[in-house]
């Protein structure tokens, strides 16, 4: 019974099989599974590229072309792999998965690399070699200088500070009961945005004037009147307005560094500190002697991951400033000279210069890496 | 408690006890600590939600602050000063003992039963107005005008500090927030499947450059965004993918690709051998396995890249005001352009940046164990 009524279907598929197993209809199939996934990925490219729909029908379409032509192309590249000959489809299979993952991630940054540098010894218009030119700009321009100076400051102030409070925050909330609900509090600023954060500064900074007669509106200034000072335009006070700035990012950051060293002090074995204790050190020492030695391969890679956020950090001074009163840092120079004054050399080659500062991190990964033996 | 093993002397007695204390003591002082960081970090977020919600006016007039109860000195009444006292020397006032000259009333006096005195205005009035010192701030006036006036695309008014009457176009954050969900969705998802192929790739099969290419993975983790934002603008140049969706989605694709590859190796590599190696030995493809096996055991993994990748995007300013810049404005570009063209306007800067906010900070307190993986694991991103 059950194999009558499944007999055309088999015959039919054995038939679809048998037709598979000639060259010639392998290689139309090929053909054809290769020219569905060039028009569903190119058709969608155009729609979505020239399309007006309203946005939640645009989003749902976009979902489907992207995830669904992923599988689509993921699906029939490994059909057509599957169906050549020998030892080729286990030889050509590993690259039907990692390909375009590898082709996006080479057109979106390995190959934009090597252009960029291209880029940064020819002119603003990208058409005549300029040399080192450039780069010659990039060092001993005044305001690049300055750019330089101010990133060193963010640099030095903003990683110390987050990695101290958020270690001694970490360090602190491991010994109470309420433990989750001040880490949650410090961690909050990491779900805002840093334009988000820019306004919520901003509006502590906020500053009326003296002489107008008005009440000032900003906390920070408010608490300075009261306590019997003036009221000042904090944003503008250079240099301490830099500082004024790293607070900002300090306040946004303090949480992730806490985050991860709570993570690694727990990992720190009580027996250790415990045996510490029984031959009479303080709680100072085990800290210094047993505690941070044992974290800090975590305090090396936090710092890191602080120090190239801040080295590349640019919304906030956007936001606050746009880069005047002195505030000016590389990334920001970096939008202004392409977007702003056009200046698409002088702008890759400070993109570069922003490469070379964090190789040093990306030869260190890559050294963890080989150690770790994951190949 | 445990029962201790051996009696206790009284000597040792005594000296668990002062630890006790000891104990009770700096447990105070550390959460005394951590209250005072939690409220130094709370506090600037809360001024931006209080102030969201009250009047325009009110918002120019006082801090926010001031809607908590607080002391204050609140005028009560008014003395007329007799036209016929001589200014220029100590003046004697009605109801009032002792004298006080011009300029210490136009500073203000405090009496000893707690009246305050401050002359009105100039010299000529004979004005001196009385205040005493009340509790206020437990009536304020709360409105969400504000989130109307900042959501809506139509001109809207307001009252500024002098209640002049002001009109003005909408900042359409409506539009804005729309704009963050159709960028910020599919570039949170595109990535996640082409990401998982390629660690399941990476983890599993064996294949010649393999090694190099998962080096230039390691690498690409924290090459700075600025380095691809030239020959990408470029690129869609030619394309004319400028200011479209498509654009942003492609490059967010290709930014989250290395910490999405990276992270995902990182779990399935992990998982335990003996499943994969009994599939292979019941026949099954790489592509059963992938699609049967290791997708559904990497959910958790999956999902802690989803939220990261979510926030960064929702987050994100600089790739967003470089290939949407105003064609789509998405949230994080409406704000900034608000605090250039209106950085008084607190009402409306307030209840935007809330706006921004919502959206993360729901994914955040929801999935904060999640988020916090993924961002454990992805502490190298670029």
Request: glycine share 8%; with cysteine.
């Amino acid at each position: 019974m059950e194999s009558i009524s499944s007999q055309p279907h088999k015959n039919f598929s054995d038939m679809i099989s048998d037709w598979l197993k000639t060259a010639v209809g392998r290689i139309i199939a090929s053909i054809c599974a290769l020219l569905v996934m060039v028009i569903v990925l190119y058709g969608g490219f155009i729609f979505l590229r020239d399309t007006d729909l309203p946005q939640p029908l645009m989003i749902i379409i976009a979902i489907l072309w992207g995830v669904g032509g992923a599988a689509l192309d993921y699906y029939l590249t490994n059909f057509v792999v599957e169906m050549l000959p020998g030892e080729w489809p286990r030889r050509l299979q590993p690259f039907v998965f990692v390909g375009p993952a590898v082709f996006l991630m080479a057109w979106a940054l390995a190959i934009p690399t090597v252009r960029t540098l291209a880029l940064s010894f020819f002119d603003a218009n990208s058409i005549n070699f300029v040399g080192f030119r450039n780069y010659v700009f990039a060092f001993t321009d005044r305001i690049m200088l300055e750019a330089f100076r101010n990133n060193l400051l963010w640099l030095v102030v903003g990683t110390s500070f987050c990695v101290s409070f958020g270690l001694l925050i970490a360090v602190l909330a491991n010994r109470t009961r309420l433990e989750s609900l001040y880490k949650s509090l410090i961690f909050m600023p990491q779900a805002i945005s840093f334009v988000g954060a820019g306004v919520i500064w901003k509006f502590i900074y906020a500053y009326r004037g003296s002489g107008t007669g008005l009440p000032e509106i900003g906390l920070l200034n408010a608490i300075v009147v009261a306590l019997g000072g003036t009221a000042q335009p904090w944003l503008q006070l250079f240099p301490w307005n830099n500082l004024f700035l790293i607070v900002i990012f300090i306040w946004m950051q303090t949480g992730y560094a806490m985050v991860i060293l709570s993570s690694a002090i727990k990992d720190v074995p009580a027996e250790l500190e415990e045996a510490a204790r029984i031959d009479g050190a303080t709680e100072v020492q085990v800290f210094f002697h047993i505690v941070i030695p044992y974290i800090q391969g975590t305090l090396i890679t936090v710092s890191t991951t602080i120090v190239i956020f801040s080295l590349k950090l640019f919304d906030i001074v956007r936001v606050m400033t746009g880069g005047n009163y002195g505030t000016n840092v590389i990334a920001n120079e970096f939008y202004l000279e392409r977007f702003t004054y056009g200046q698409a050399g002088r702008a890759s080659a400070i993109a570069i210069v922003l490469l070379i500062l964090v190789i040093p991190v990306i030869v260190y990964n890559l050294r963890q890496f080989r150690e770790s033996k994951a190949f | 408690m445990a029962t201790p093993a051996i009696q206790p002397k009284h000597a040792v007695k005594s000296r668990t006890s002062g630890i006790k204390w000891h104990k009770v003591l700096s447990s105070l002082m550390i959460n005394g600590v951590l209250i005072l960081i939690c409220t130094i970090w709370i506090v600037p977020a809360l001024g931006i939600l209080i102030t969201s919600f009250r009047d325009s006016q009110d918002i120019f007039r006082t801090g926010w602050w001031t809607v908590f109860p607080h002391q204050e000195y609140v005028v009560s009444g008014q003395i007329h000063v007799d036209p016929n006292t001589d200014l220029n020397g100590p003046i004697a006032i009605r109801g009032v003992p002792g004298k006080y000259t011009f300029e210490q009333l136009k500073e203000g006096v405090t009496l000893s039963d707690g009246r305050k005195l401050i002359w009105y205005g100039n010299k000529r009035t004979r004005l001196i107005e009385v205040s005493t010192l009340q509790w206020v701030g437990f009536s304020t006036r709360f409105t969400l005008k504000n989130y109307q006036d900042v959501l809506s695309d139509k001109t809207v008014n307001y009252k500024d500090a002098n209640g002049n009457n002001i009109v003005r176009q909408g900042d359409n954050l409506s539009g804005a927030f729309l704009n963050s969900l159709a960028v910020t969705i599919p570039a949170t998802v595109i990535p996640i499947l082409i990401a998982a192929f390629a660690a399941f790739g990476f983890a599993w099969l064996k294949f010649r450059g393999r090694k190099f290419l998962f080096s230039i993975v390691v690498m690409l983790l924290v090459v700075p965004l600025q380095i691809a934002l030239i020959p990408i603008v470029q690129d869609y140049t030619r394309l004319d993918l400028n200011g479209s969706f498509l654009g942003i989605w492609l490059a967010h694709t290709g930014f989250g690709l290395p910490l999405a590859v990276y992270l995902l190796f990182n779990y399935i590599s992990q998982l335990p051998r003996e499943i994969l190696e009994s599939a292979y030995i019941d026949g099954a493809s790489n592509f059963t396995i992938f699609t049967q096996l290791i997708l559904p055991l990497s959910v958790p993994a999956l999902a802690s890249f989803a939220i990261f990748q979510f926030m960064w995007v929702w987050n994100d300013y600089l790739v967003a005001l470089v290939f949407l810049g105003n064609h789509h404005t998405v949230l994080t570009v409406a704000l900034a352009n608000m605090v250039g063209e209106k950085g008084q306007d607190w009402h409306l800067l307030t209840a935007g940046a809330f706006i921004s906010m919502i959206m993360p900070m729901t994914v955040f307190f929801a999935l904060q164990r999640y988020f916090v993986r993924g961002m454990t694991a992805g502490s190298v991103k670029g």
